[in-house]
T-cell receptor, first 112, second 115 residues
């Protein structure tokens, strides 16, 4: 799996958009970008994933650059409950999807 | 629909003992993965099972083993426990193996303390 680089920590005001960047410059053409988050002492939770196009679901939006070397996870209206560690993961999916490589992630702190 | 269930949630063992952790995947899910989470190493993949066969394996010593039963439930075993095995052990399930991916569903984990 390609390596990812994320800032160790970020802050965001409640109600504002949180934009979490991820660098994955060695991503291969068949690899997806996944985002998971882990709230303290709980199991990781899937947020969103994408291959080339931007994606949006009820939780977040994922913006992938045209060269696919970086991406940004956007939480449009952050709440206190969004305080968590966010992991950006690159994986080819299919038979290797159960074997995710988690980095250190970004600790997002949402302030009142 | 019930989520991924892991038992026990907490346990304390002493060095040299062995431990067995259990994971019941979401109903209908046939693939189960195991991860170890420690403050120093973060989340690391242990192994994945599908149709009672180990399909992927991480870089852990042979003291770590697992199995999957015909009902997709899985167990992992750690023998000859060391202090460094103290960790949160997480189980994740997905519907199939090899299909286009969407998400892994994680359980709450089993927190093991080795004294």
């Amino acid at each position: 799996d390609a390596k990812t680089t994320q800032p160790p920590s970020m802050d965001c005001a409640e109600g504002r958009a949180a934009n979490l960047p991820c660098n994955h410059s060695t991503i291969s053409g068949n690899e997806y970008v996944y985002w998971y988050r882990q709230i303290h002492s709980q199991g990781p939770q899937y947020i969103i994933h994408g291959l080339k196009n931007n994606e949006t679901n009820e939780m977040a939006s994922l913006i992938i650059t045209e060269d696919r070397k970086s991406s940004t996870l956007i939480l449009p209206h952050a709440t206190l409950r969004d305080t968590a560690v966010y992991y950006c993961i690159v994986n080819a999916g299919g038979t290797s999807y159960g074997k995710l490589t988690f980095g250190q992630g970004t600790i997002l702190t949402v302030h009142p | 629909k019930a989520g991924v269930t892991q038992t026990p949630r907490y346990l304390i063992k002493t060095r040299g003992q062995q431990v067995t952790l259990s994971c019941s995947p979401i109903s209908g899910h046939r693939s189960v993965s195991w991860y170890q989470q420690t403050p120093g190493q973060g989340l690391q993949f242990l192994f994945e099972y599908f149709s009672e066969t180990q399909r992927n394996k991480g870089n852990f010593p042979g003291r770590f083993s697992g199995r999957q039963f015909s009902n997709s439930r899985s167990e992992m075993n750690v023998s000859t426990l060391e202090l460094g095995d103290s960790a949160l052990y997480l189980c994740a399930s997905r519907w199939d193996w090899g299909t286009p991916p969407k998400e892994l569903f994680f359980g709450e984990g089993s927190r093991l303390t080795v004294l």
